[in-house]
Structures are given as C-alpha cells and as structure tokens.
C-alpha cells in the first residue's frame, strides 16, 4: 500500500482542501451575430475586503425575514414543537427567496460592474446566494 494514503491532510494540504466561499456567476451578455450565447464571467467575493458587506447584507436580510429563513433551512416539526410553535409551510419556492435574497445583496452592491450586471440578469445570482449557504 503507498505511503499516505486513506491519512488526513495536515497543514499546507489541509488548507488548500478547504473550499473556497467565492462563486463564479456567468451572465449572459448582448446578443451578437454568432451563434453561441456570449456569457461574462464574475467572481463573487464574501470574505475579502471590501466584500464583507455582502454576508453583513445576507444576515441582516435573514434576521429581518424569519419566516422566510425558516422556510430557507427547511424547518422541521421536531424543531418547531421544541420552540413551542406550529411548523411553518409556504407555497412559496426557496428559488423566490433566494431571488429576494439576492436582490437585498446585490442590487446595491459596492462593485458597480456587480449591479450592472445584477441588473442585466438577478436570476444568475441566485446560484451564489444558495452556494453561500451550502445548499
């Protein structure tokens, strides 16, 4: 049997198995005369300075909407009988809460070429709101 196998990663390695909290967003661009749907390729930053401001965002949006966190982290009878309430169901899909997520977070964004594009195309930001939450 080779020498380091089935063992965990320690130090250096360690770190680089960790995945990364960025998100890549592709947003479709202009039409052009080829054939192929044109896509610009945005990286969303959560941790980095000045990006902070985007999970500062996302919480403020949770706490403020707790319904719709409920229904985001899939509330469950058990839960909600420990807390002393009823189990909280919507006909809303999470896609509709994502996309309002999204627009608390990145309408407004620091970045201006992040609202453009935000504004061009909120249905691709979506991906990273939920990848954020690892869902």
């Known amino acids: 049997m080779a020498r380091g196998r089935g063992r965990k990663a320690k130090g250096k390695d360690r770190a680089d198995a960790i995945p990364s909290m960025n998100d890549d967003v592709h947003v479709p661009q202009a039409p052009t005369t080829s054939t192929s749907e044109p896509t610009k390729k945005v990286t969303i930053f959560w941790d980095k300075p000045p990006h902070r401001a985007r999970t500062s965002r996302l919480i403020a949006w ?21 807390q002393g309430r009823k189990k909280k169901q919507s006909g809303v899909p999470k896609e509709t809460y994502y996309q309002q997520l999204a627009h608390a977070i990145f309408s407004n964004d620091e970045d201006p070429q992040v609202q453009l594009l935000f504004q061009a195309n909120p249905q691709a930001f979506i991906k990273p709101v939920q990848t954020r939450f690892g869902t």
């Open 62 to 82: 949770c706490k403020a909407n707790e319904d719709a966190r409920i229904k985001l982290f899939s509330d469950s009878a058990k839960d909600a009988k420990e």
